[in-house]
């Protein structure tokens, strides 16, 4: 990699005198204009804060330069600002269009982009209070969505298919063992770069290079001069901003985040001595806060200062808690540089996690979701609410079985005594999920599953997975989803993993899917097929005139169909619910080293699309012959349909017209069971044990 100058890029300009309004806010009601998950990381209302109060930034000319991004920030940023619909599952395509043109920019412009993506919770897990909140408020968002409120919510595999665009637009990228802030910071010293984010801590961290808000990084706005193509930016200006509250030092700035209460501390801690301090109007805490800090030389002192105003009792905790949160702040030791140009991540925590080595730097590559270090390490996990109907069971609990067998995998090899809640028998370690029950966020503890050889206890070792021959390997990911290799053998490679997925789905989903469901999924992912081919010249040159005439078909379809903004909430957890069978499926083939290919996320499911098709069908059964025109197109959607059926019973789409009094009864029965567990058919691996035995919950 060419070396850049680290300065080449930055123009100060000066001070400006407008204030940087964000785009992004942090608001927790339904019908927020801004992505809220983003703007909620780091101290709560400090970006408000810093922007109303003065002008701390300076004019920046982006280019020539290297540029540390904090990943979670940018895809949450990009999604929102590409993205028209937020109730239907998302649409994956123009969200990586998006991704695909920003790094383009940013390419033309000279800058060598580096991502830096959080990985799981860390072994401390400080933040559970936070995510917990975090989780709640994405209920509520979800909810008011599925109501018809306005509202944001990130789809399920947005971050899926983030990564995806990164490797096929070539950017590096690294994901952290855990939170990314300090691997963020450290790294962007190092080299003397900016910091591209959304969150407020990067006001406080100490940044040789400074913090640049994604909020006002306008790279759809490129401009030329003589010397070269820029991105107009700005940078804020920590000297100004600590100038404006007298003698203030920034070595204090992170006792102010932390009394001001971030991600790992409750502002409540410190309520009692802020009353005393807050000034009178907006941002008064705040504003009387900076002014008190102002009267000490270091952090310490005023460390001191905030202990002897508190109680005896709560001294020693407090001053704990202020330890390790400003520790919080101070640039972390793993030197991602060396990630990026020798491929090693090397993290004392991660090391002493006990992982193999592979498995960790499969991590570092992105090649594992931060679910696997979560569930090793702190058995324990969070299932993102989608806006599906909150009446029903998560739409998560479809994909149960495909989780059992994932945790199987993970914790088999675990050596330590765990303390966690396990099922009855006691046999088999239990992972705690964090999940919707109802409307309300809850824990359910989940056996493992007991896993067949050569992966059970005297198997192959976490260690060996690697090892495990690949036919074994795919036996088990097609076994979890009760699929043969041989009925799929007539399915495109890449399309092979989610045509399994969806003849699990078909089984498993509950209420069951109809047919309308499985055409409109099978559509939607010929229409992605479609777009595959009429966008890569090498594939456009078979039979392009089919081609070219089913997709102005399909183009004209969607521009006379898609106007309609009906939403079908029961066809939404439906589908909600082959999101999450998906998901699972991609990450128990990533644990195997991928058995399956894994298909492209921006061809393969757009939200809008598969809604507009399950409505069509219902009325106008022949939008089935929509790539009528393209006898390629309408053999490959014939071949996916006959796999799916083939794979259930010959009745299974026939509706019952009796209904026997004694099965009446047993759903009665039944009825307040499946409002909080899982109702998953039994004809899948596994069956020969009552899936739901090591399910409890708690509040």
């Given at each position: 990699?060419?070396?850049?100058?680290?300065?080449?890029?930055?123009?100060?300009?000066?001070?400006?005198?407008?204030?940087?309004?964000?785009?992004?806010?942090?608001?927790?009601?339904?019908?927020?204009?801004?992505?809220?998950?983003?703007?909620?990381?780091?101290?709560?209302?400090?970006?408000?804060?810093?922007?109303?109060?003065?002008?701390?930034?300076?004019?920046?000319?982006?280019?020539?330069?290297?540029?540390?991004?904090?990943?979670?920030?940018?895809?949450?940023?990009?999604?929102?600002?590409?993205?028209?619909?937020?109730?239907?599952?998302?649409?994956?395509?123009?969200?990586?269009?998006?991704?695909?043109?920003?790094?383009?920019?940013?390419?033309?412009?000279?800058?060598?982009?580096?991502?830096?993506?959080?990985?799981?919770?860390?072994?401390?897990?400080?933040?559970?209070?936070?995510?917990?909140?975090?989780?709640?408020?994405?209920?509520?968002?979800?909810?008011?969505?599925?109501?018809?409120?306005?509202?944001?919510?990130?789809?399920?595999?947005?971050?899926?298919?983030?990564?995806?665009?990164?490797?096929?637009?070539?950017?590096?990228?690294?994901?952290?063992?855990?939170?990314?802030?300090?691997?963020?910071?450290?790294?962007?010293?190092?080299?003397?770069?900016?910091?591209?984010?959304?969150?407020?801590?990067?006001?406080?961290?100490?940044?040789?290079?400074?913090?640049?808000?994604?909020?006002?990084?306008?790279?759809?706005?490129?401009?030329?001069?003589?010397?070269?193509?820029?991105?107009?930016?700005?940078?804020?200006?920590?000297?100004?901003?600590?100038?404006?509250?007298?003698?203030?030092?920034?070595?204090?700035?992170?006792?102010?985040?932390?009394?001001?209460?971030?991600?790992?501390?409750?502002?409540?801690?410190?309520?009692?001595?802020?009353?005393?301090?807050?000034?009178?109007?907006?941002?008064?805490?705040?504003?009387?806060?900076?002014?008190?800090?102002?009267?000490?030389?270091?952090?310490?002192?005023?460390?001191?200062?905030?202990?002897?105003?508190?109680?005896?009792?709560?001294?020693?905790?407090?001053?704990?808690?202020?330890?390790?949160?400003?520790?919080?702040?101070?640039?972390?030791?793993?030197?991602?540089?060396?990630?990026?140009?020798?491929?090693?991540?090397?993290?004392?925590?991660?090391?002493?996690?006990?992982?193999?080595?592979?498995?960790?730097?499969?991590?570092?590559?992105?090649?594992?979701?931060?679910?696997?270090?979560?569930?090793?390490?702190?058995?324990?996990?969070?299932?993102?609410?989608?806006?599906?109907?909150?009446?029903?069971?998560?739409?998560?609990?479809?994909?149960?079985?495909?989780?059992?067998?994932?945790?199987?995998?993970?914790?088999?090899?675990?050596?330590?005594?765990?303390?966690?809640?396990?099922?009855?028998?006691?046999?088999?370690?239990?992972?705690?999920?964090?999940?919707?029950?109802?409307?309300?966020?809850?824990?359910?503890?989940?056996?493992?599953?007991?896993?067949?050889?050569?992966?059970?206890?005297?198997?192959?070792?976490?260690?060996?997975?690697?090892?495990?021959?690949?036919s074994h390997r795919q036996l088990l990911l097609l076994e979890t989803l009760g699929v043969k290799m041989s009925l799929l053998e007539s399915v495109p490679a890449h399309l092979q993993l989610p045509v399994a997925v969806t003849c699990y789905w078909t089984r498993c989903s509950e209420p069951k899917v109809n047919l309308h469901h499985?055409?409109?999924?099978?559509?939607?992912?010929?229409?992605?097929?479609?777009?595959?081919?009429?966008?890569?010249?090498?594939?456009?040159?078979?039979?392009?005139?089919?081609?070219?005439?089913?997709?102005?078909?399909?183009?004209?379809?969607?521009?006379?169909?898609?106007?309609?903004?009906?939403?079908?909430?029961?066809?939404?957890?439906?589908?909600?619910?082959?999101?999450?069978?998906?998901?699972?499926?991609?990450?128990?083939?990533?644990?195997?080293?991928?058995?399956?290919?894994?298909?492209?996320?921006?061809?393969?499911?757009?939200?809008?699309?598969?809604?507009?098709?399950?409505?069509?069908?219902?009325?106008?059964?022949?939008?089935?012959?929509?790539?009528?025109?393209?006898?390629?197109?309408?053999?490959?959607?014939?071949?996916?349909?006959?796999?799916?059926?083939?794979?259930?019973?010959?009745?299974?789409?026939?509706?019952?017209?009796?209904?026997?009094?004694?099965?009446?009864?047993?759903?009665?029965?039944?009825?307040?069971?499946?409002?909080?567990?899982?109702?998953?058919?039994?004809?899948?691996?596994?069956?020969?044990?009552?899936?739901?035995?090591?399910?409890?919950?708690?509040?």
């Amino acid at each position: 990699m060419r070396p850049l100058s680290p300065n080449a890029q930055l123009s100060p300009r000066g001070p400006s005198g407008a204030v940087v309004k964000a785009t992004l806010r942090m608001r927790a009601e339904p019908g927020r204009s801004a992505a809220s998950a983003a703007a909620a990381m780091g101290v709560p209302g400090l970006t408000g804060f810093v922007e109303e109060c003065g002008a701390f930034f300076a004019e920046l000319r982006v280019r020539d330069t290297k540029l540390v991004i904090d990943g979670s920030s940018l895809y949450y940023h990009l999604f929102f600002a590409s993205a028209a619909d937020f109730r239907r599952g998302g649409d994956y395509g123009p969200f990586a269009a998006a991704v695909d043109e920003f790094f383009a920019v940013l390419r033309s412009c000279g800058v060598a982009a580096f991502v830096v993506l959080d990985g799981g919770r860390g072994a401390a897990d400080r933040k559970l209070g936070t995510l917990r909140e975090r989780a709640a408020e994405r209920l509520c968002r979800a909810h008011g969505l599925s109501r018809g409120e306005g509202g944001r919510v990130l789809p399920l595999l947005a971050r899926h298919a983030f990564v995806q665009a990164l490797r096929r637009a070539a950017v590096p990228f690294v994901q952290c063992w855990a939170e990314a802030d300090r691997e963020v910071a450290a790294l962007a010293n190092r080299w003397g770069c900016p910091v591209l984010s959304l969150d407020s801590d990067f006001f406080i961290f100490e940044l040789a290079g400074g913090y640049c808000p994604l909020s006002a990084f306008r790279w759809r706005d490129v401009r030329a001069e003589r010397s070269g193509r820029y991105i107009p930016a700005r940078r804020f200006q920590a000297e100004s901003f600590c100038g404006r509250f007298g003698q203030l030092r920034r070595s204090v700035l992170p006792l102010f985040a932390v009394m001001s209460g971030n991600d790992y501390v409750d502002v409540t801690e410190f309520e009692g001595f802020l009353g005393k301090v807050r000034l009178p109007g907006r941002h008064g805490r705040a504003r009387g806060l900076l002014g008190w800090l102002a009267g000490f030389a270091g952090p310490e002192e005023a460390a001191d200062a905030v202990l002897k105003r508190l109680g005896g009792r709560r001294r020693d905790a407090v001053r704990e808690l202020l330890r390790a949160a400003l520790e919080d702040y101070a640039p972390s030791h793993v030197n991602l540089e060396e990630f990026f140009l020798e491929g090693r991540y090397r993290c004392e925590e991660a090391e002493a996690s006990g992982l193999p080595s592979w498995l960790l730097g499969a991590l570092a590559r992105g090649e594992l979701a931060p679910l696997v270090a979560n569930v090793v390490t702190l058995r324990s996990t969070f299932l993102h609410v989608q806006v599906e109907d909150m009446r029903r069971p998560s739409a998560h609990c479809a994909a149960l079985p495909i989780r059992r067998v994932l945790y199987g995998l993970l914790l088999r090899a675990a050596t330590r005594a765990d303390a966690q809640p396990q099922s009855q028998s006691g046999a088999l370690p239990a992972v705690c999920e964090f999940d919707r029950v109802q409307k309300s966020v809850k824990k359910t503890f989940v056996q493992a599953a007991s896993l067949p050889a050569p992966f059970g206890e005297d198997g192959f070792s976490l260690a060996k997975l690697v090892e495990v021959p690949v036919s074994h390997r795919q036996l088990l990911l097609l076994e979890t989803l009760g699929v043969k290799m041989s009925l799929l053998e007539s399915v495109p490679a890449h399309l092979q993993l989610p045509v399994a997925v969806t003849c699990y789905w078909t089984r498993c989903s509950e209420p069951k899917v109809n047919l309308h469901h499985l055409k409109a999924l099978l559509l939607m992912i010929v229409s992605g097929e479609l777009h595959r081919i009429t966008d890569d010249p090498e594939l456009t040159v078979l039979h392009p005139e089919d081609n070219s005439i089913a997709y102005n078909e399909f183009l004209k379809w969607k521009e006379e169909k898609l106007q309609n903004k009906d939403f079908d909430l029961d066809a939404a957890h439906g589908f909600c619910q082959w999101q999450c069978c998906l998901e699972m499926g991609l990450y128990l083939n990533q644990l195997l080293c991928s058995p399956l290919a894994e298909p492209d996320l921006a061809r393969l499911y757009s939200g809008t699309v598969v809604h507009g098709l399950y409505r069509d069908l219902k009325s106008t059964p022949s939008v089935e012959n929509v790539f009528s025109s393209s006898p390629k197109l309408t053999e490959l959607y014939q071949v996916l349909l006959n796999v799916v059926m083939s794979a259930v019973s010959p009745d299974f789409f026939q509706k019952k017209t009796e209904v026997k009094s004694e099965s009446r009864k047993k759903k009665k029965a039944s009825k307040k069971t499946k409002a909080v567990r899982c109702a998953v058919s039994e004809t899948q691996y596994l069956c020969d044990v009552n899936r739901f035995a090591s399910l409890s919950m708690d509040d």
